[in-house]
């Protein structure tokens, strides 16, 4: 039951003492990664009235997979603060096997921060390794990470 | 959840050494020290329920390090290091952990005094706490108009520290002085800083960013010192004060990712062996280290900078208030102290003096009397110690001590440390319900989140009295004075 209720679920918010614990579910590795992404945006904002309307592109590169996801939400995280954006809609295009890691390609769309609009909740300081965790079954990947807030 | 997680919390032995002192032995083959921990029956318990003390012993793997791995009263679950947490590891057979700063460097603390008591400033008070929720920037993405750096700016800022912003005519003369190294870390150079964290940071100087930083209008509630209080200028009971606690931003939080993976490549480079992939470190004397240690330094002036900043506005909020200089309500800084360091410094280790890298991951350096590196004013009594409380309960100022020195190289607890997670919080907590019960107590509250009002809940964290309890009994900062709020700013 607890399977079939999970495989539902995009991400959820695990209990953790001072910052913010979160499991982001997929049905392979690139759906995970968008629903972590989502997740890192639900604990800056309510990530639902965040307008998909600007696109960009995201391209890294990362020596093993754990790496690849810090990289991924720390890209996401440091293109948010510079830009004044807030995310709401992730595409992994591309994510392959390389002779020294991993790379991958991502298209992420969202607005302009507006404070009449988007509720502020919790600015998140930094990604990290803490915990962090890559469950691999069957049509089914599960992301653990710990956001520093 | 779809698998039970691969770190299942470890169950530490621990050895009572006396009520406040805990000892772990070397239970593991590759610790290098033991390890120690300040608390008493309750924190200790606490520490239990989350990785704090399993954490505390993977930092005594550390290479260099010397005599034991600390672990104080406040200690909680954080990354690579316990919050909480002090290392010293030899200048050049040791290594440095940017985990053992974490990200948010030197996050931290200062406190101003003013020559008005509560009565005085009651009528203004909302008034005051709108101006200076006006005034700083707080939340998510919010900045001056008024207050815009170039890249060539922060260059700058970052090298010269305080006495750069003093010189844009944000603050007084005598500021620098009261800050842990004059508001000024040697050795800083923006050449090693990445292009990332310079973006990140030209936006985010001078604003108080969230989560548990906090700026307070308080009062000084009791004294226990009052010889060393009116040393730090704290006269009485009653007497109005300021606190603001913030860091680095997004700046800091940049330099320690780009180090951790530099890092990360020095571990495999130089082959060392760590139970925890955030305690990436590099050999003292290696390139990396010193990178690091340069890039540091210019977060750390970045952090001094960017509470200079706020107080230069809390300031011009009482002029616009009170319609009257600044300088005759006191607003003097007392003090200006970093949680999150490493420093190179100079610590007897047994009965020699040696270099040591002295990490401070959510500790409060505390030296004794007569210390150089103590402001002038303050040399004969010691170094004020700044430890916040959460949202809406007491804050202390302590004083630094000889017995630091000898048993916790020079450093004490930070905080209160949490004990409740945010996600519990905000079951029992409404951000609303949170505001208003603090106004019942006659707390004026200005928040750019209610989120963050619900998160920050008092009772999500230990309680602040009982870590300063621990300290004092121990005896490595000792009681001077407490402070309750009168008004709460937060982002």
Not at chain 2, 26 to 54: C, H, S, W
Not at chain 2, 454 to 461: G, T, V
Request: proline share 4%; net charge neutral.
């Amino acid at each position: 039951m607890a399977e079939i209720m999970t495989l539902k679920k995009k991400f959820e918010f695990l209990e953790h003492t001072a910052d913010a614990y979160i499991a982001a579910y997929g049905k392979d590795l690139a759906e995970a990664f968008e629903n972590a992404a989502l997740a890192m945006f639900e604990v800056m904002t309510e990530v639902e009235k965040v307008n998909p309307e600007v696109e960009d592109y995201v391209e890294l590169a990362a020596e093993d997979e754990c790496a690849l996801l810090y990289s991924w939400l720390e890209a996401l995280l440091v293109k948010s603060e510079i830009n004044r954006m807030f995310y709401s809609k992730f595409k992994v295009l591309s994510l392959d096997k390389t002779s020294d890691g991993f790379r991958l390609k991502a298209k992420v769309c969202g607005e302009k921060y507006n404070p009449e609009r988007h509720p502020h909740k919790v600015g998140v300081k930094a990604v990290t390794y803490h915990r962090m965790e890559i469950i691999k079954k069957p049509n089914k990947v599960t992301v653990r990470f710990i956001l520093d807030i | 959840m779809s698998g039970e997680s691969r770190f299942p919390k470890e169950k530490v032995p621990l050895e009572k050494i006396d009520d406040y002192t805990w000892h772990i032995p070397k239970y593991k083959p590759g610790m290098r020290v033991p390890g120690i921990v300040f608390a008493d029956k309750n924190l200790l318990e606490k520490m239990r329920t989350d990785r704090t003390l399993q954490q505390c012993t993977n930092v005594a793997h550390l290479p260099g390090i010397y005599k034991y791995s600390i672990t104080l009263p406040d200690g909680h679950e954080g990354y690579g290091f316990p919050i909480g947490g002090v290392a010293a590891t030899d200048y050049d057979e040791g290594v440095i952990s940017p985990g053992g700063v974490g990200y948010d460097i030197n996050c931290g603390v200062r406190l101003l005094t003013t020559n008005l008591s509560e009565q005085d400033i009651r009528p203004k008070l909302p008034q005051l706490t709108d101006a200076i929720f006006e005034n700083v920037p707080c939340g998510l993405g919010s900045r001056r108009k008024d207050f815009r750096v170039t890249v060539h700016d922060l260059e700058r800022l970052v090298m010269e520290g305080v006495q750069w912003v003093i010189d844009q005519g944000l603050g007084w003369s005598e500021d620098a002085e009261h800050c842990e190294e004059h508001g000024c870390m040697k050795n800083a150079d923006p050449d090693k800083v990445s292009t990332t964290a310079k973006n990140r940071g030209l936006r985010q100087v001078g604003t108080l960013g969230s989560g548990n930083h906090f700026l307070e209008i308080q009062k000084v509630d009791k004294i226990y010192d009052a010889k060393t209080a009116k040393t730090f200028g704290i006269e009485h009971e009653g007497q109005v004060t300021f606190m603001i606690h913030c860091g680095s931003r997004g700046f800091g939080h940049q330099v320690c990712s780009d180090y951790l993976r530099v890092m990360e490549r020095a571990v495999h480079k130089y082959n060392i062996l760590l139970p925890d992939r955030e305690l990436a470190c590099a050999p003292g004397n290696s390139r990396e280290a010193e990178d690091y240690y340069q890039a540091m330094a210019c977060a750390v002036n970045y952090a001094f900078v960017n509470r200079q900043a706020i107080m230069h506005w809390v300031r011009q909020s009482f002029q616009q208030v009170f319609k009257e200089d600044p300088e005759r309500f006191g607003l003097k800084l007392v003090y200006d102290v970093a949680h999150n360091i490493a420093k190179i410094e100079i610590h007897k280790i047994n009965g020699e003096r040696r270099k040591v890298w002295v990490h401070r991951k959510g500790a409060t350096r505390a030296f004794p009397p007569g210390r150089p590196e103590i402001p002038a004013d303050y040399r004969a009594v010691g170094q004020p110690v700044l430890i916040p409380g959460s949202m809406g309960t007491s804050s202390w100022l302590l004083v630094g001590t000889e017995k630091a020195m000898q048993i916790s190289f020079g450093s004490t607890a930070h905080g209160a440390g949490r004990m409740m997670s945010r996600s519990a919080a905000k079951r029992r907590f409404w951000g609303g319900d949170v505001k208003k019960a603090l106004e019942q107590r006659g707390i004026s509250v200005r928040a750019a989140s209610s989120v963050v009002l619900a998160e920050e809940a008092d009772p999500s964290y230990k309680n602040v009295d009982i870590v300063v309890e621990v300290s004092d009994k121990v005896g490595i900062a000792t009681k001077v004075a407490r402070f309750v709020p009168l008004a709460v700013v937060k982002g």
